[in-house]
């Protein structure tokens, strides 16, 4: 669904993030007691009434200071306004109106898009309107005051703001894969997603932490949509001070819960470190489809022996997302870049695959002729009864057996391997539970099941 945006200006500090949180009904945005906490524009799916949409929050617009970020947020917060559809305007009630207000509004007047103006931090009822009623001097209209901490005067605003928006009816719903982009930082993901998108969605630069937010941002290909997912770098957790970074990295763990797809960025000049492979290893443990994407390629310095010296590294240090693909790419170039969504589309599928039970234990037969289970020194052997699919996202297969410990992890990797090769789970784990129950109830279900 291409939701219609509302887009949130304002100067910083005057309580976007936390009015955003309060339109989408959830902590989302990044809320700390400091300027600039938001960078990128960000965007959070929100409702109200009958309407549903967009809303994207922006960093504080500063015309007058080119120091650090204020330049590139600037051009997020003006990017986000071109394609939004109705704008509003945030001011502090309590330090009332200040020359920096006066103009972010003479430059709203200036656009296509209609804008209200909300009058933040009237926590009070009373003294609300009297705190609003100082904004009229802005010549913006009606200034709505409103609480974003305590929510009062959101719902009086939102009823205006919808009345521009389109009715949901008439806004198509189109599936979307959801793709997090993850690595730890300067690894150049903020890098990979403008070139994704083709367009400078994120903010990039060379000051680690620069990305702050998850960064939502939807593209077509080939008639497919994606849901790309920008997220800050993660270090090491004894390094992350609590603040902005340390709610940072929990959205970005978020992220990869709710994605569909994980492209994990390595850095091809670094190699696998320590950090890479704890990542890896949460990906793994989150149970989502993943494509390694091993960045900077054409900062490498190359011989005949490169790359497969590299690909050993990562089967070596990776071994537990060796299902995952391997793309060598370079994000500021370009190189290779159109190959990621392919593999994208490639591990999604695998990662929503059903298999019917009769092809499950058609792969359990022939796995177990080619090498038998294991059998113990009192001479007791390890017997598969059947098996079957019992969910997806991961594909996660449950095996019925006589006793799981007589099945050592050398052959579940084994049985873990056959399933992976025969029924082609690339880009996605596979999750296979072995359970045991007494001999004679497994042996009516499994006949049970061969007649059916």
Not at 173 to 185: H, L, N, Q, S
Not at 412 to 426: K, S, V
Request: charged share 25%; with cysteine; net charge negative.
């Amino acid at each position: 669904m291409s939701l219609p945006i509302i887009a949130i200006i304002g100067r910083p500090n005057v309580g976007k993030s936390t009015f955003v949180n309060r339109l989408v009904a959830n902590r989302i945005a990044i809320v700390h007691d400091e300027p600039g906490i938001t960078r990128d524009r960000t965007y959070q799916e929100g409702f109200w009434g009958d309407r549903d949409f967009l809303v994207v929050d922006t960093g504080g617009l500063v015309f007058d200071d080119d120091t650090e970020f204020l330049p590139m947020i600037r051009e997020q917060a003006m990017a986000a306004l071109q394609e939004a559809n109705v704008a509003i305007l945030v001011v502090d009630g309590q330090t009332g109106p200040v020359p920096a207000d006066a103009e972010i509004a003479q430059w709203l007047r200036l656009q296509p898009v209609p804008f209200f103006l909300a009058v933040n931090k009237c926590e009070s009822a009373e003294e609300g309107l009297v705190q609003a009623a100082q904004f009229w001097e802005l010549g913006c209209g009606e200034p709505y005051p409103v609480s974003a901490i305590h929510g009062s005067g959101t719902g009086e605003l939102l009823d205006e703001v919808v009345k521009v928006l389109p009715a949901n009816e008439d806004i198509p719903d189109i599936p979307e894969t959801k793709v997090a982009i993850i690595g730890r930082p300067n690894v150049g993901k903020s890098t990979l997603l403008n070139m994704l998108t083709g367009e400078n969605r994120s903010i990039v630069s060379p000051i680690s932490g620069t990305t702050r937010d998850t960064i939502d941002m939807r593209v077509e290909r080939d008639g497919k949509y994606y849901r790309l997912i920008d997220t800050a770098g993660i270090r090491k957790k004894k390094n992350v001070q609590y603040g902005a970074e340390f709610f940072s990295i929990h959205r970005a763990f978020k992220a990869i819960r709710r994605a569909d797809v994980v492209i994990f960025v390595l850095d091809a000049v670094d190699g696998v470190t320590e950090q890479d492979q704890k990542l890896a290893n949460r990906v793994m443990e989150e149970g989502r489809a993943a494509v390694v994407a091993i960045n900077k390629w054409d900062a490498v310095e190359k011989d005949s022996y490169t790359i497969y010296d590299y690909e050993k590294q990562i089967k070596d240090r990776l071994y537990f997302l060796d299902w995952a693909e391997p793309l060598f790419i370079s994000a500021l170039t370009g190189q290779r870049v159109d190959k990621l969504l392919n593999l994208v589309d490639t591990a999604y599928e695998s990662h929503q695959r059903r298999v019917t039970t009769a092809v499950v234990n058609e792969v359990l037969q022939e796995a177990v002729e080619w090498h038998s289970p294991p059998t113990s020194r009192q001479g007791k052997q390890g017997k598969i009864y059947y098996g079957t699919q019992v969910s997806t996202q991961p594909p996660t297969i449950t095996l019925f057996v006589n006793d799981p410990k007589r099945f050592n992890e050398g052959y579940r990797r084994y049985i873990d391997r056959q399933f992976r090769e025969q029924l082609d789970f690339t880009g996605t784990p596979i999750r296979i539970l072995w359970r045991g129950k007494k001999v004679r109830d497994l042996e009516k279900t499994a006949n049970k099941a061969t007649r059916v």
